[in-house]
């Protein structure tokens, strides 16, 4: 049986940027994909329990897929305990449309979740985002992930260059003990990378209070994104990485939370 690689992603199945990290894999691996019906950006590790999920084929990719009504989370979990017939060996989850860089934002995306659920299945999972300038996001975010005629080669060619990271890093990840740890491989590239490309390892950025509402009448806030104010950091950070164009590759070790509060 062929080497099978699950992705799923947060903006949904028809995002073009799910697209292009599936045709990329899809010349070493088989792909199988299990993504949401609609956009489910800033939903974190959210799972539907109080509603049914619906579940259909989605024939329009050229892949066996799945559109699935609920979270990120809900998709590699359905996907695996339900719609595999196998194990895979990775569950990827991206490209994301925009950056999942520092503590506030990795713990409220969608698409590290996604990765997360397959990692606490004790599979090798990772997140991919594609950093987008602010002038092109609306417009990218509102096409479902289609870029200007100019970007499109940038897209491809970090697509091309996640899946080879990804592929290397299956096969260099030692061999699990009886609980391997749920390890996330959260990748970000720069819309502008420096050549010749150049992957570091970074920690996520502290950011300073991060306020995410605007008070738009007497009762009623609304979301306003913001980027946030680095604190400094004595390592590399992702956001220190992106400024110079490099790939940013922060290792997500979510067991070693519990470890740490044990100390």
Known sequence: MPDKILLTNDDGIQSGFLHAIAAALDEHVEVVVAAPAREQSWIGRAVSRRRPVSVEPHPELPWPAWTIDGTPTDCVNIALESLLNAPPIAVVSGINIGYN?????????????????????????????????????????????????????LLQQNAGHAASLILRLIRERPSPGEAP???????????????????????????????????????VYKFHFQHGEPLHSHEKTDRDALALGEISHSVLNFSALGRDLNN
């Open 101 to 153: 860089t520092s503590i506030p934002l990795i713990y409220s995306s969608g698409t590290v979740a996604g990765a997360l659920e397959g990692a606490f299945w004790g599979l090798p999972a990772f997140a991919i985002s594609q950093q987008i300038p602010d002038t092109l996001f609306a417009s990218v975010t509102d096409s479902k992930g289609q870029l200007p005629p100019e970007w499109q080669p």
């Open 181 to 219: 740890d749920a390890i996330v491989h959260n990748l970000n590239y720069p819309s502008r990378p420096r050549q010749p490309y150049e992957t570091v390892l970074t920690v996520p950025a502290p950011l300073r209070d991060l306020p995410f509402y605007r008070k738009s009448s007497e009762t």
